[in-house]
């Protein structure tokens, strides 16, 4: 473990995580103008096993998988073959079904499709082509809650069927061949399974549930029950390859991700400044009507809102994972950051919060 002269107070944040927060198992890193100065990893990574936390365990992130998917969209924008203010149908026409014809990429990016469930169910889970055409055939939900609901797991099945029209592969191997090998990184969308003995298993508290309209109108997430935790850690989950929410990493992976969107990683970008600001503007701002909480969105990247749920920068962009992970970029500190942990917690939580202080306060102490 290791951190540059100036961040010594994110170590001990990181450590204060176990003694006074109870973390279980964990990782935090940061870049700073394409350099690594935070990287920590502690605790333990399977309490049934005892086996330890170490430098090459990576870490489920649920909807941390979200600001990769974009980032393949937004790849797809920067060559020209998509327009974000395009209506999906147009690469998808059987998506236009049951008056769906204008809605955008956009739209879909910022979680506006009417479409937060599958009507269908999700017997289907791991098949992608049966969950695509069950969202296809779909009508938009007429409740008003759902024009600013949280796409939670159809968001991924809408997009990765989008990059499957209009480049031929799977979110999963774009992303692996676009990003991942060429800036070197160790995250996959779908962890290849001789890598399987790398992966954390994910602890559930005790009746993990959503409350809110999903569970109001007979929705419940499929991922996030009581007992969710032996999908979570399956085989078949963590091979899935699940464009929303089957992402897997180390945290110097995804900040190393994240520095890619700010500027050059080892002399390599694969974004221009013009498609990450494109990816930034913001889409939508309100209120989410799952969680009655303040959420912004660009184009799938959660922005910076007033409860400060990404640190003190307002520029912040990124995303968050369920139970607490979370990942992204401060532009205006040329700071990219991915805090994982493998205990799921509900509620106030304020682990990561505690960490991205400590970030900042080491980033204005060296005049970073």
């Known amino acids: 473990m290791w951190t540059a002269a100036g961040y010594e107070d994110v170590a001990e944040a990181f450590e204060r995580n176990f003694t006074e927060r109870g973390e279980l198992g964990a990782a935090f890193a940061a870049y700073h103008r394409g350099e690594l100065v935070v990287d920590l990893w502690g605790g333990t990574a399977d309490p049934e096993t005892g086996r330890a936390w170490d430098r090459d365990t990576v870490h489920l992130m649920f909807s941390g998988t979200k600001g990769l998917t974009s980032a393949c969209i937004l790849l797809l924008a920067q060559r020209g073959r998509l327009q974000l203010d395009d209506p999906l149908s147009r690469y998808w026409p059987e998506f236009g079904a049951e008056g769906k014809e204008r809605t955008t990429i956009a739209q879909v990016l910022s979680h506006q499709a009417r479409l937060p469930w599958v009507e269908a169910g999700y017997a289907d889970l791991y098949d992608h082509d049966a969950m695509a055409a069950h969202l296809a055939a779909q009508a938009p939900a007429s409740d008003p809650r759902a024009g600013f609901m949280y796409h939670a797991v159809t968001w991924g099945w809408l997009l990765d069927e989008l990059v499957r029209r209009v480049d031929g592969r799977t979110v999963s191997r774009f992303f692996a061949e676009e990003f991942a090998q060429a800036i070197g990184l160790e995250v996959w969308i779908g962890l290849p399974e001789e890598l399987h003995w790398r992966a954390a298993a994910m602890i559930a508290p005790d009746g993990v549930l959503v409350d809110g309209p999903w569970t109001e109108l007979n929705r419940p997430n499929p991922l996030w029950i009581p007992g969710s935790e032996k999908i979570w850690n399956s085989v078949e989950y963590r091979t899935a390859g699940l464009a929303a929410v089957g992402g897997y990493a180390t945290a110097r992976g995804m900040a190393r991700f994240y520095a890619s969107m700010l500027g050059e ?45 990404m640190g003190d920068q307002p520029d912040a962009f990124g995303h968050a994972g369920a139970g607490g992970s979370r990942h992204g970029a401060w532009p205006g500190r040329e700071t990219a950051y991915s805090y994982l942990m493998n205990e799921v917690r509900m509620g106030p939580d304020d682990r990561s919060l505690t960490l991205l202080g400590a970030l900042s306060r080491g980033s204005r102490a060296t005049g970073r």
């Open 265 to 309: 990683v080892d002399g390599v970008r694969v974004l221009t400044p013009a498609t990450v600001e494109l990816g930034r503007r913001e889409l939508r701002r309100g209120a989410e009507p799952t969680w009655g909480t303040p959420m912004a969105y660009g184009a799938g990247y959660e922005l910076q809102t007033g409860d400060g749920r």
